[in-house]
């Protein structure tokens, strides 16, 4: 398993209060934790480009709070990097049985993401299935701003979906 982020290290450890415990936890477990890896560019990453992937997941991509969140260059800007993490995923995943999931918020404005659509626009990637986000299957999972003044505080998931796809 790999886990990526596009802090540094110092920047996760100064923004989350459990980052030194949780990454600990993962290398433990054999994890491989890397920074600094943009999800726009993964596929270039001087490890990730040698690795192909049963699973890619992103969990509730956001570029940050840049404009308020309804706005169109908002939803352009967060538009733009599910495109780029879909073109990079697809390239970094098995081409038997591999899967890209992504959990998103359903709802105005997230709809107006069109996650599916640019999916099929990118081409070579099918939605297989779509599946309500459920927090609980996932224990301790906590969910993060991330951005912001408050990075380490919990954002209000309401409805959500994992869209899974898979390579045509």
């Known amino acids: 398993m790999v886990a990526t982020s596009l802090d540094s290290q110092d920047k996760i450890y100064s923004k989350y209060s ?63 990097l599910v495109k780029g993490f879909l073109r990079n995923a697809k390239l970094l995943l098995k081409k038997e049985g591999g899967e890209i999931h992504i959990s998103h918020k359903e709802g105005h404005p997230y709809n107006k993401w ?30 993060k701003r991330a951005h912001g003044s408050l990075p380490d505080a919990s954002f209000r998931l309401g409805d959500c979906t994992t869209y899974m796809f898979s390579l045509a």
């Open 114 to 143: 069109d996650l599916v659509k640019k999916a099929h626009k990118i081409g070579g990637l099918v939605l297989t299935q779509s599946v309500p986000f459920c927090k609980d299957d996932y224990p301790g999972y906590d969910n």
């Open 18 to 80: 459990n980052a030194i415990a949780n990454v600990r936890e993962l290398e433990e477990r054999g994890c491989l934790v890397l920074y600094g890896v943009d999800a726009k560019t993964m596929s270039q990453h001087f490890f990730l480009s040698t690795q192909r992937f049963d699973r890619i997941v992103y969990n509730f991509p956001h570029v940050g709070f840049l404009f308020r969140e309804e706005s169109y260059c908002q939803i352009q800007l967060n538009k733009r």
